[in-house]
């Protein structure tokens, strides 16, 4: 089975901190995701990584950066925290090669509260 | 513009009634279609991928059904432990082909009663 770990299942952190999201998998996957998840909003992507060292923007990456120095871990930044990102933060994980349609398998989530 | 719809948006079912849950894409192309169950304070869990129209898939009590306008996850004699939202994400040919990126839909929140 696919196992990715997020770091932290729960997370509060101040306003203007910087705050580091961590995310591993087991199963050798070269694509990576993060994701926030927001009551009415649905899932939105953040930003993604299809190799080591390479990312990509998603639809939202204003005040995250991500970093990906192995091909197992890719971690999420918040260069300083503020309220209107506290949500539920989900990291993803699938198989192949750049735009490869294999399922996205999900970690069980950070939830962050920015106070 | 790429989008996902999910109906109903919540469902009461008692244990046993047999329904089914939509998804409707509008996209230029299909390159997958994703049905995940989502528990409370957990991630969504992969159940099924779909890639063409007429496609089927089954496990346990569920179902998932494509066509080239929509897909349906169909619950057969749910059980209480079904109770769960379930979210429906679409990959589409085009921009988002480079990319991986999945176009998720709002999700079913489905209460199965005892």
């Known amino acids: 089975d696919v196992k990715v770990t997020q770091s932290s299942r729960y997370l509060v952190k101040r306003t203007g901190e910087k705050v580091f999201l961590e995310c591993v998998q087991d199963m050798d996957h070269e694509n990576m995701f993060w994701y926030r998840q927001d009551p009415g909003l649905g899932l939105r992507l953040i930003y993604f990584s299809y190799d080591v060292k390479m990312k990509e923007k998603g639809d939202i990456p204003e005040g995250y950066s991500v970093s990906r120095e192995k091909k197992e871990r890719f971690s999420l930044i918040l260069e300083s925290a503020s309220t209107n990102q506290t949500s539920m933060y989900l990291c993803a994980s699938s198989l192949g090669s750049q735009g490869s349609n294999q399922p996205q398998h999900f970690g069980d989530g950070t939830r962050l509260s920015i106070l | 513009e790429d989008q996902v719809t999910q109906s109903p948006e919540a469902l009461r079912l008692q244990e046993g009634e047999s329904s089914s849950l939509n998804c409707s894409y509008t996209?230029?192309?299909?390159?997958?279609l994703f049905w995940y169950r989502q528990d409370p304070g957990k991630g969504p869990e992969f159940l099924f991928t779909l890639y063409s129209a007429g496609e089927e898939k089954e496990k346990e009590r569920l179902k998932a059904t494509l066509t080239k306008k929509e897909s349906f996850l169909h619950i057969t004699a749910p059980k209480p432990e079904d109770s769960a939202t379930y979210l429906c994400a679409v990959q589409a040919v085009g921009g988002s082909s480079n990319t991986g990126k999945l176009i998720f839909g709002q999700g079913t929140t489905l209460q199965v009663k005892p």
């Open positions: 996209v230029s192309g299909l390159r997958g």
